[in-house]
């Protein structure tokens, strides 16, 4: 079972940037997702962004493109989302989610991620105006 640690979280001014890791134990299988996901109080859980293993491809919201980058350490088996010129709807707990299926990123990633089934215990993202 895989097993997922999120960290990062924490206190940013708008404008300001904070990087979420998240460290993938358990897989027994090279080609995986891992997605970023987010909810906040009264929200649905949404997708922020996703990255496929082992080509690399990745998926994000229309609402942090060119803001957000995911990337991937595999030495570490760390994902990390670096989150830049952060606005306060970006703020909220902050998923990292992972599954092992052979889809294409965007088809794993949308809908708020209900095809992973591996999750981790969130991190608290918030954004002071």
């Known amino acids: 079972q895989p097993q997922l640690v999120e960290s990062g979280g924490g206190l940013v001014q708008a404008g300001g940037s904070l990087r979420l890791s998240c460290v993938v134990s358990?897989?027994?299988?090279?080609?995986?997702?891992i997605g970023w996901f987010r909810q906040s109080p009264g929200k649905e859980r949404e997708e922020v962004s996703c990255?496929?293993?082992?080509?690399?491809?990745?998926y994000y919201a229309d609402s942090v493109k060119g803001r957000f980058t995911i990337s991937r350490d595999n030495a570490k088996n760390t994902v990390y989302l670096q989150m830049d010129s952060m606005r306060p709807e970006d703020a909220g707990v902050y998923y990292c989610?992972?599954?092992?299926?052979?889809?294409?990123?965007?088809?794993?990633?949308?809908?708020?991620?209900?095809?992973?089934?591996?999750w981790g215990q969130g991190t608290q993202v918030t954004v002071s105006s």
């Open positions: 989610a992972a599954d092992a299926k052979a889809l294409r990123v965007r088809a794993m990633c949308v809908n708020g991620g209900p095809l992973f089934a591996s």
């Open positions: 358990g897989f027994t299988t090279d080609y995986y997702g």
């Open positions: 990255i496929m293993s082992p080509d690399g491809s990745t």
